[in-house]
Protein backbone atom coordinates (compact mmCIF):
# COMPACT_ATOMS: atom_id res chain seq x y z
CA UNK A 1 0.00 0.00 0.00
CA UNK A 2 1.87 3.33 -1.02
CA UNK A 3 0.45 6.44 -0.38
CA UNK A 4 0.68 9.69 -2.56
CA UNK A 5 2.36 11.23 0.36
CA UNK A 6 4.81 8.63 0.14
CA UNK A 7 5.94 9.67 -2.98
CA UNK A 8 6.63 13.27 -2.41
CA UNK A 9 8.44 12.77 0.74
CA UNK A 10 10.60 9.86 -1.69
CA UNK A 11 11.40 13.21 -3.70
CA UNK A 12 12.86 15.44 -0.88
CA UNK A 13 14.75 12.54 0.67
CA UNK A 14 16.28 11.98 -3.58
CA UNK A 15 16.71 16.06 -3.31
CA UNK A 16 18.16 15.72 0.43
CA UNK A 17 20.85 12.68 -0.57
CA UNK A 18 21.67 14.03 -4.25
CA UNK A 19 22.68 16.91 -2.50
CA UNK A 20 24.48 15.63 0.44
CA UNK A 21 26.49 13.46 -1.86
CA UNK A 22 26.83 15.74 -4.27
CA UNK A 23 28.83 18.49 -1.42
CA UNK A 24 30.81 14.97 0.43
CA UNK A 25 32.36 14.17 -3.00
CA UNK A 26 33.52 18.14 -3.17
CA UNK A 27 34.26 17.79 0.26
CA UNK A 28 36.72 14.74 -0.39
CA UNK A 29 38.20 16.34 -3.78
CA UNK A 30 38.57 19.94 -2.49
CA UNK A 31 42.11 21.63 -1.08
CA UNK A 32 41.31 23.47 2.28
CA UNK A 33 43.57 26.03 2.79
CA UNK A 34 41.24 29.39 4.36
CA UNK A 35 44.19 32.60 4.70
CA UNK A 36 42.89 35.76 6.46
CA UNK A 37 41.60 37.62 3.63
CA UNK A 38 40.24 34.91 1.68
CA UNK A 39 37.32 34.66 4.83
CA UNK A 40 36.19 38.20 4.22
CA UNK A 41 33.10 38.99 3.15
CA UNK A 42 33.33 39.02 -1.01
CA UNK A 43 31.79 43.23 -1.00
CA UNK A 44 34.74 45.51 -2.47
CA UNK A 45 38.58 45.56 -1.89
CA UNK A 46 38.00 48.20 1.23
CA UNK A 47 37.92 46.72 4.75
CA UNK A 48 33.96 46.11 5.08
CA UNK A 49 31.82 48.39 7.32
CA UNK A 50 28.91 47.61 9.21
CA UNK A 51 26.81 44.76 9.53
CA UNK A 52 24.33 43.72 6.73
CA UNK A 53 21.51 42.94 9.61
CA UNK A 54 19.60 46.52 9.08
CA UNK A 55 16.44 47.07 9.48
CA UNK A 56 14.33 46.27 6.51
CA UNK A 57 12.40 49.06 5.02
CA UNK A 58 8.45 48.89 5.75
CA UNK A 59 7.55 48.82 2.30
CA UNK A 60 8.48 45.12 1.76
CA UNK A 61 6.56 44.51 4.43
CA UNK A 62 3.57 45.92 2.34
CA UNK A 63 4.58 43.86 -0.58
CA UNK A 64 3.61 41.10 2.10
CA UNK A 65 0.64 42.24 3.03
CA UNK A 66 -0.62 42.55 -0.12
CA UNK A 67 0.28 38.63 -0.75
CA UNK A 68 -1.30 38.07 1.78
CA UNK A 69 -4.85 39.92 1.36
CA UNK A 70 -4.44 38.50 -2.14
CA UNK A 71 -3.44 34.97 -1.42
CA UNK A 72 -5.91 34.27 1.31
CA UNK A 73 -8.94 35.80 -0.93
CA UNK A 74 -7.74 33.25 -4.09
CA UNK A 75 -7.90 30.55 -1.25
CA UNK A 76 -11.68 31.42 -0.38
CA UNK A 77 -12.52 31.58 -4.20
CA UNK A 78 -10.95 27.87 -5.12
CA UNK A 79 -14.00 25.98 -3.20
CA UNK A 80 -16.70 28.47 -4.54
CA UNK A 81 -15.24 27.87 -8.48
CA UNK A 82 -15.19 23.99 -7.30
CA UNK A 83 -19.25 24.23 -6.57
CA UNK A 84 -21.11 27.30 -7.96
CA UNK A 85 -22.18 26.08 -11.16
CA UNK A 86 -24.79 23.41 -8.92
CA UNK A 87 -25.84 26.48 -7.16
CA UNK A 88 -27.45 28.20 -10.64
CA UNK A 89 -27.83 32.24 -11.08
CA UNK A 90 -27.76 32.44 -7.45
CA UNK A 91 -24.30 30.97 -7.02
CA UNK A 92 -22.51 32.62 -9.80
CA UNK A 93 -23.68 36.35 -8.15
CA UNK A 94 -23.12 35.31 -4.65
CA UNK A 95 -19.67 34.81 -5.82
CA UNK A 96 -18.87 37.72 -8.18
CA UNK A 97 -20.45 39.80 -5.51
CA UNK A 98 -17.19 38.51 -3.75
CA UNK A 99 -15.03 39.17 -6.48
CA UNK A 100 -16.41 42.40 -7.09
CA UNK A 101 -14.97 43.44 -3.45
CA UNK A 102 -11.55 41.81 -4.55
CA UNK A 103 -11.98 44.32 -7.42
CA UNK A 104 -12.02 47.07 -5.67
CA UNK A 105 -9.62 46.22 -3.14
CA UNK A 106 -7.40 45.99 -6.74
CA UNK A 107 -8.91 49.72 -7.83
CA UNK A 108 -7.57 50.41 -4.07
CA UNK A 109 -4.15 48.95 -4.26
CA UNK A 110 -3.97 50.31 -7.96
CA UNK A 111 -4.76 54.21 -6.91
CA UNK A 112 -2.97 53.74 -3.28
CA UNK A 113 -0.02 51.79 -3.18
CA UNK A 114 1.18 51.51 -7.02
CA UNK A 115 0.37 54.10 -8.84
CA UNK A 116 1.93 56.96 -6.13
CA UNK A 117 5.03 55.12 -7.15
CA UNK A 118 6.76 55.28 -3.85
CA UNK A 119 6.30 52.37 -2.87
CA UNK A 120 8.05 51.01 -5.81
CA UNK A 121 10.56 53.25 -5.96
CA UNK A 122 11.47 52.35 -2.65
CA UNK A 123 12.25 49.04 -3.31
CA UNK A 124 15.35 49.92 -5.17
CA UNK B 1 -4.72 0.06 4.18
CA UNK B 2 -3.74 -2.55 5.62
CA UNK B 3 -0.20 -2.31 6.69
CA UNK B 4 1.30 1.27 7.15
CA UNK B 5 4.84 1.92 6.38
CA UNK B 6 6.99 -1.05 4.83
CA UNK B 7 10.56 -0.40 3.74
CA UNK B 8 11.12 -2.23 0.88
CA UNK B 9 8.10 -0.53 -0.72
CA UNK B 10 9.45 2.43 0.19
CA UNK B 11 12.54 1.59 -1.32
CA UNK B 12 11.20 1.34 -4.38
CA UNK B 13 9.38 4.48 -4.13
CA UNK B 14 12.92 5.96 -3.93
CA UNK B 15 14.26 3.57 -6.62
CA UNK B 16 10.98 5.61 -8.96
CA UNK B 17 11.65 8.68 -7.31
CA UNK B 18 14.79 8.97 -8.62
CA UNK B 19 13.57 8.81 -12.65
CA UNK B 20 13.79 12.46 -13.18
CA UNK B 21 16.97 13.07 -11.46
CA UNK B 22 18.55 10.60 -14.35
CA UNK B 23 16.89 13.23 -16.83
CA UNK B 24 17.68 16.89 -14.84
CA UNK B 25 21.39 16.24 -14.58
CA UNK B 26 21.76 15.85 -18.09
CA UNK B 27 19.21 18.49 -18.95
CA UNK B 28 21.00 20.92 -16.72
CA UNK B 29 24.48 20.35 -18.41
CA UNK B 30 22.72 20.51 -22.26
CA UNK B 31 20.54 23.48 -21.07
CA UNK B 32 23.76 25.44 -19.89
CA UNK B 33 26.11 24.69 -23.10
CA UNK B 34 22.49 25.53 -25.04
CA UNK B 35 22.23 29.05 -23.25
CA UNK B 36 26.26 30.21 -23.85
CA UNK B 37 25.70 28.83 -27.73
CA UNK B 38 22.83 30.61 -28.43
CA UNK B 39 23.81 33.69 -26.50
CA UNK B 40 26.92 33.63 -28.84
CA UNK B 41 25.20 33.38 -32.14
CA UNK B 42 22.70 36.10 -30.95
CA UNK B 43 25.59 38.15 -30.01
CA UNK B 44 27.40 37.21 -33.05
CA UNK B 45 30.44 35.32 -31.26
CA UNK B 46 31.69 31.74 -31.29
CA UNK B 47 31.12 30.24 -27.84
CA UNK B 48 32.35 27.30 -26.22
CA UNK B 49 33.70 25.14 -28.81
CA UNK B 50 37.50 24.18 -27.07
CA UNK B 51 36.15 21.29 -25.13
CA UNK B 52 35.27 18.08 -26.88
CA UNK B 53 33.31 18.48 -30.44
CA UNK B 54 31.99 22.29 -30.82
CA UNK B 55 32.64 22.43 -26.81
CA UNK B 56 29.82 19.63 -26.21
CA UNK B 57 31.73 18.74 -22.99
CA UNK B 58 32.44 22.32 -21.42
CA UNK B 59 29.71 22.11 -18.94
CA UNK B 60 30.68 18.82 -17.59
CA UNK B 61 34.57 20.24 -17.58
CA UNK B 62 33.02 23.43 -15.45
CA UNK B 63 31.25 21.10 -13.07
CA UNK B 64 34.28 19.09 -12.32
CA UNK B 65 36.29 22.17 -12.30
CA UNK B 66 33.88 23.78 -9.52
CA UNK B 67 34.08 20.31 -7.30
CA UNK B 68 37.97 20.67 -7.28
CA UNK B 69 37.37 24.38 -6.05
CA UNK B 70 38.10 25.27 -2.52
CA UNK B 71 34.91 26.10 -0.36
CA UNK B 72 35.52 29.07 1.05
CA UNK B 73 32.36 30.03 3.99
CA UNK B 74 33.64 34.01 5.42
CA UNK B 75 33.98 34.28 8.84
CA UNK B 76 31.13 35.93 9.61
CA UNK B 77 28.30 33.97 7.99
CA UNK B 78 26.19 31.63 9.82
CA UNK B 79 27.71 28.56 8.68
CA UNK B 80 25.11 26.14 9.29
CA UNK B 81 22.54 28.09 7.22
CA UNK B 82 24.87 28.61 4.95
CA UNK B 83 25.57 24.87 4.20
CA UNK B 84 21.50 24.31 4.52
CA UNK B 85 20.58 27.04 1.73
CA UNK B 86 21.34 24.98 -1.00
CA UNK B 87 20.36 22.14 -0.04
CA UNK B 88 16.79 23.80 0.87
CA UNK B 89 16.52 25.05 -2.87
CA UNK B 90 17.00 22.15 -4.78
CA UNK B 91 14.64 20.45 -2.63
CA UNK B 92 12.05 23.30 -3.89
CA UNK B 93 13.19 22.70 -7.53
CA UNK B 94 13.18 18.55 -7.70
CA UNK B 95 10.37 18.12 -5.30
CA UNK B 96 8.20 19.78 -8.17
CA UNK B 97 8.71 17.51 -10.91
CA UNK B 98 6.72 15.08 -8.77
CA UNK B 99 3.47 16.28 -9.68
CA UNK B 100 4.62 16.74 -13.89
CA UNK B 101 3.45 14.16 -15.92
CA UNK B 102 6.18 13.07 -17.82
CA UNK B 103 3.70 10.64 -19.08
CA UNK B 104 0.46 8.59 -18.84
CA UNK B 105 2.52 5.87 -17.08
CA UNK B 106 4.96 8.25 -15.41
CA UNK B 107 4.17 10.79 -13.00
CA UNK B 108 6.03 11.20 -9.74
CA UNK B 109 2.33 11.77 -7.87
CA UNK B 110 -1.14 11.10 -8.81
CA UNK B 111 -2.29 13.39 -6.60
CA UNK B 112 -5.24 15.22 -7.16
CA UNK B 113 -4.01 18.86 -5.81
CA UNK B 114 -0.85 18.47 -8.55
CA UNK B 115 -0.85 21.63 -9.68
CA UNK B 116 -1.69 23.79 -5.89
CA UNK B 117 1.47 21.10 -4.72
CA UNK B 118 3.88 22.80 -7.27
CA UNK B 119 3.12 26.33 -6.16
CA UNK B 120 3.33 25.62 -2.72
CA UNK B 121 7.01 23.18 -3.14
CA UNK B 122 8.35 26.22 -5.14
CA UNK B 123 7.88 28.22 -1.53
CA UNK B 124 11.04 25.83 -0.49
CA UNK B 125 12.98 28.01 -3.05
CA UNK B 126 12.26 31.32 -1.52
CA UNK B 127 13.03 30.24 1.82
CA UNK B 128 16.42 28.83 0.39
CA UNK B 129 17.03 32.05 -1.38
CA UNK B 130 15.98 34.01 1.97
CA UNK B 131 18.50 31.56 3.88
CA UNK B 132 21.49 32.02 1.45
CA UNK B 133 20.88 35.87 1.93
CA UNK B 134 20.66 36.08 5.33
CA UNK B 135 23.30 33.47 5.78
CA UNK B 136 25.91 35.21 3.97
CA UNK B 137 26.92 38.29 6.24
CA UNK B 138 26.96 40.11 2.62
CA UNK B 139 25.07 43.58 2.12
CA UNK B 140 24.63 42.47 -1.71
CA UNK B 141 23.28 39.14 -0.81
CA UNK B 142 20.65 40.43 1.50
CA UNK B 143 19.58 42.71 -0.51
CA UNK B 144 19.45 39.99 -3.36
CA UNK B 145 17.38 37.84 -1.05
CA UNK B 146 15.14 41.02 0.21
CA UNK B 147 13.95 41.56 -3.37
CA UNK B 148 13.50 37.90 -4.88
CA UNK B 149 11.31 37.65 -1.60
CA UNK B 150 9.33 40.41 -2.60
CA UNK B 151 8.97 39.60 -6.54
CA UNK B 152 8.37 35.60 -5.92
CA UNK B 153 5.47 36.71 -3.50
CA UNK B 154 4.21 38.84 -6.11
CA UNK B 155 4.33 36.56 -8.57
CA UNK B 156 2.73 33.79 -7.40
CA UNK B 157 -0.86 35.84 -7.60
CA UNK B 158 -1.13 36.22 -10.97
CA UNK B 159 0.40 32.38 -11.28
CA UNK B 160 -3.00 31.25 -9.25
CA UNK B 161 -5.09 33.59 -10.96
CA UNK B 162 -4.14 31.70 -14.11
CA UNK B 163 -4.82 28.25 -11.90
CA UNK B 164 -8.50 28.75 -10.92
CA UNK B 165 -8.87 30.06 -14.46
CA UNK B 166 -8.06 26.95 -15.80
CA UNK B 167 -9.61 25.58 -12.62
CA UNK B 168 -13.34 26.90 -13.45
CA UNK B 169 -13.00 25.68 -17.44
CA UNK B 170 -12.05 21.96 -16.68
CA UNK B 171 -12.91 21.62 -13.03
CA UNK B 172 -9.32 19.44 -12.42
CA UNK B 173 -5.86 20.28 -10.45
CA UNK B 174 -4.57 16.85 -11.35
CA UNK B 175 -2.03 17.33 -14.07
CA UNK B 176 -2.05 13.86 -15.74
CA UNK B 177 -6.39 14.49 -15.99
CA UNK B 178 -5.50 17.70 -17.50
CA UNK B 179 -3.56 16.24 -20.03
CA UNK B 180 -5.88 13.44 -20.31
CA UNK B 181 -8.17 16.54 -21.68
CA UNK B 182 -5.93 17.68 -24.49
CA UNK B 183 -5.99 14.99 -25.87
CA UNK B 184 -6.54 13.26 -29.67
CA UNK B 185 -5.50 16.53 -31.57
CA UNK B 186 -4.14 20.19 -31.39
CA UNK B 187 -7.41 21.48 -31.52
CA UNK B 188 -8.00 19.94 -28.00
CA UNK B 189 -5.02 21.96 -26.54
CA UNK B 190 -5.43 23.81 -23.64
CA UNK B 191 -4.91 27.20 -25.58
CA UNK B 192 -7.51 26.22 -28.09
CA UNK B 193 -10.17 25.42 -25.33
CA UNK B 194 -10.37 22.17 -23.82
CA UNK B 195 -11.71 19.32 -25.53
CA UNK B 196 -16.10 18.90 -25.10
CA UNK B 197 -17.06 22.25 -24.77
CA UNK B 198 -18.77 23.16 -27.48
CA UNK B 199 -19.62 26.83 -28.72
CA UNK B 200 -17.57 27.91 -25.62
CA UNK B 201 -14.83 27.50 -26.74
CA UNK B 202 -14.94 30.08 -28.92
CA UNK B 203 -15.49 32.84 -26.44
CA UNK B 204 -12.65 31.05 -24.60
CA UNK B 205 -10.36 30.81 -26.70
CA UNK B 206 -8.97 34.83 -26.91
CA UNK B 207 -8.92 34.47 -23.30
CA UNK B 208 -7.22 31.44 -22.85
CA UNK B 209 -4.37 33.21 -24.80
CA UNK B 210 -4.08 35.99 -22.64
CA UNK B 211 -3.99 33.66 -19.93
CA UNK B 212 -1.20 31.86 -21.10
CA UNK B 213 1.12 34.63 -21.83
CA UNK B 214 0.61 35.92 -18.32
CA UNK B 215 1.81 32.51 -17.42
CA UNK B 216 4.35 32.51 -18.95
CA UNK B 217 5.94 35.71 -17.82
CA UNK B 218 4.96 35.62 -14.00
CA UNK B 219 6.51 32.16 -13.98
CA UNK B 220 9.76 33.50 -15.66
CA UNK B 221 9.68 35.88 -12.74
CA UNK B 222 9.67 32.83 -10.63
CA UNK B 223 12.27 31.22 -11.55
CA UNK B 224 14.55 34.34 -11.36
CA UNK B 225 15.24 34.61 -15.23
CA UNK B 226 15.97 38.07 -17.25
CA UNK B 227 14.59 40.34 -17.74
CA UNK B 228 13.14 39.45 -13.78
CA UNK B 229 16.92 38.45 -12.67
CA UNK B 230 16.68 41.36 -10.18
CA UNK B 231 17.94 39.17 -7.09
CA UNK B 232 20.98 38.17 -9.17
CA UNK B 233 21.83 41.45 -11.03
CA UNK B 234 25.24 41.76 -11.80
CA UNK B 235 25.27 45.20 -12.44
CA UNK B 236 23.70 46.00 -9.37
CA UNK B 237 24.48 43.54 -6.85
CA UNK B 238 27.45 41.37 -7.38
CA UNK B 239 26.03 38.32 -7.39
CA UNK B 240 22.45 38.88 -5.75
CA UNK B 241 22.20 36.15 -3.02
CA UNK B 242 24.66 34.01 -3.77
CA UNK B 243 27.83 36.19 -4.43
CA UNK B 244 29.69 34.60 -1.66
CA UNK B 245 28.84 30.79 -2.68
CA UNK B 246 31.67 28.84 -4.24
CA UNK B 247 32.66 25.62 -5.29
CA UNK B 248 29.51 22.44 -5.38
CA UNK B 249 27.54 24.71 -3.63
CA UNK B 250 27.60 27.32 -6.07
CA UNK B 251 26.76 24.48 -8.28
CA UNK B 252 23.46 23.27 -6.75
CA UNK B 253 21.91 26.62 -7.31
CA UNK B 254 22.59 26.63 -10.89
CA UNK B 255 21.44 22.96 -11.29
CA UNK B 256 18.25 23.77 -9.50
CA UNK B 257 17.99 27.05 -11.73
CA UNK B 258 17.85 25.00 -14.40
CA UNK B 259 15.67 22.32 -13.18
CA UNK B 260 13.45 24.85 -12.59
CA UNK B 261 13.24 26.66 -15.85
CA UNK B 262 11.70 22.90 -17.46
CA UNK B 263 9.63 22.71 -14.50
CA UNK B 264 8.30 25.77 -15.25
CA UNK B 265 8.40 25.06 -18.94
CA UNK B 266 6.58 21.80 -17.78
CA UNK B 267 3.93 23.64 -15.94
CA UNK B 268 2.90 25.72 -19.12
CA UNK B 269 2.83 22.79 -21.39
CA UNK B 270 0.16 20.82 -19.08
CA UNK B 271 -2.03 23.44 -18.84
CA UNK B 272 -1.63 25.14 -22.39
CA UNK B 273 0.07 22.99 -24.80
CA UNK B 274 -1.33 19.82 -24.27
CA UNK B 275 1.10 18.24 -21.64
CA UNK B 276 2.70 15.21 -23.03
CA UNK B 277 -0.02 14.88 -25.81
CA UNK B 278 1.21 14.95 -29.37
CA UNK B 279 -0.59 17.54 -31.85
CA UNK B 280 -1.53 14.69 -34.16
CA UNK B 281 -2.25 10.47 -33.54
CA UNK B 282 0.35 8.21 -32.29
CA UNK B 283 3.02 6.41 -34.16
CA UNK B 284 2.19 3.64 -31.53
CA UNK B 285 -1.52 2.98 -32.07
CA UNK B 286 -1.18 3.12 -35.62
CA UNK B 287 0.73 0.49 -35.83
CA UNK B 288 -0.80 -1.89 -32.90
CA UNK B 289 2.38 -1.47 -30.80
CA UNK B 290 1.06 0.00 -27.12
CA UNK B 291 4.48 0.30 -25.36
CA UNK B 292 5.78 3.21 -28.53
CA UNK B 293 2.77 5.61 -27.14
CA UNK B 294 4.31 6.22 -23.48
CA UNK B 295 7.47 6.51 -25.03
CA UNK B 296 6.04 9.06 -27.84
CA UNK B 297 4.54 11.30 -25.24
CA UNK B 298 7.76 11.62 -23.33
CA UNK B 299 9.28 12.92 -26.49
CA UNK B 300 6.82 15.10 -26.60
CA UNK B 301 6.78 16.35 -23.80
CA UNK B 302 10.50 16.90 -23.68
CA UNK B 303 10.46 18.14 -27.25
CA UNK B 304 7.67 20.95 -25.97
CA UNK B 305 9.18 21.56 -22.51
CA UNK B 306 12.47 22.51 -24.20
CA UNK B 307 11.26 24.74 -27.34
CA UNK B 308 9.62 26.71 -23.96
CA UNK B 309 12.89 26.17 -22.13
CA UNK B 310 14.53 28.06 -25.54
CA UNK B 311 12.24 30.36 -25.89
CA UNK B 312 13.43 31.84 -21.83
CA UNK B 313 16.73 31.86 -23.18
CA UNK B 314 16.05 33.59 -26.40
CA UNK B 315 14.15 36.27 -24.10
CA UNK B 316 17.30 36.41 -21.40
CA UNK B 317 19.74 37.29 -24.21
CA UNK B 318 17.11 40.13 -26.49
CA UNK B 319 15.61 42.08 -23.52
CA UNK B 320 17.31 44.01 -20.98
CA UNK B 321 16.79 43.95 -17.26
CA UNK B 322 13.87 45.93 -15.65
CA UNK B 323 14.19 48.17 -13.06
CA UNK B 324 12.67 47.12 -9.47
CA UNK B 325 9.65 49.52 -9.37
CA UNK B 326 9.06 48.84 -12.99
CA UNK B 327 9.30 44.97 -12.38
CA UNK B 328 6.39 45.48 -9.42
CA UNK B 329 4.72 47.77 -11.40
CA UNK B 330 4.58 45.02 -14.44
CA UNK B 331 2.77 42.68 -11.87
CA UNK B 332 0.50 44.57 -10.02
CA UNK B 333 -0.44 47.01 -12.25
CA UNK B 334 -0.82 44.97 -15.48
CA UNK B 335 -0.94 40.92 -15.07
CA UNK B 336 -2.94 41.18 -11.57
CA UNK B 337 -5.37 43.15 -12.98
CA UNK B 338 -5.60 41.44 -16.77
CA UNK B 339 -5.70 37.57 -14.89
CA UNK B 340 -8.38 39.29 -12.72
CA UNK B 341 -10.90 40.81 -15.44
CA UNK B 342 -10.15 37.23 -17.09
CA UNK B 343 -10.98 34.74 -14.47
CA UNK B 344 -14.59 36.92 -13.99
CA UNK B 345 -15.11 36.72 -17.40
CA UNK B 346 -14.33 32.68 -17.40
CA UNK B 347 -16.93 31.73 -14.68
CA UNK B 348 -19.34 33.88 -16.39
CA UNK B 349 -18.64 32.00 -19.93
CA UNK B 350 -18.89 28.98 -18.03
CA UNK B 351 -22.28 29.46 -16.13
CA UNK B 352 -23.76 30.12 -19.93
Known amino acids: MSHDLQYIVAFILVAVLFSIVALLTAWLLRPNRPTFEKLQVYECGEETQGVPYIKYNVRFYVVALLYLVFGVELVLVIPWVASYLEYGLFGLILGLFFLIILGVGIVYEWKKVISTGSLMRMLL | ?352
Not at chain 2, 73 to 80: E, M
Not at chain 2, 231 to 245: D, I, K
Not at chain 2, 275 to 287: H, R, T, V
Not at chain 2, 294 to 300: R, S, T
Open chain 2, 1 to 352: MTTIFNVWDFLLILLYAIIPLAYIIPFALMAVYAERKISAWIQNRVGPNRTGPIGLFQTTADILKLMQKEDIVANGADKKLFLLAPIVVFIGSYAAYAALPFTSVYIGTNINLGVLYMVAISGFVVAGIIFAGWASDNKYSIMGSLRSAAQLVSYEIPTLFVIISIFAITQQFNLRELSEMQTSNILNWGIFGFDGLGYKRILLIPVLFVLMIILFISTLAEVNRTPFDLPEAESELVAGFHTEYSGMKFALFFLSEYANMFAVSGLVTAFFLGGYQSPFGYLGNLLGLSWLVPIEQVLWFLTKGILLVCVQIWMRWSLPRLRMDQLMRVCWKYLIPIGFVCFIYITIVMYL
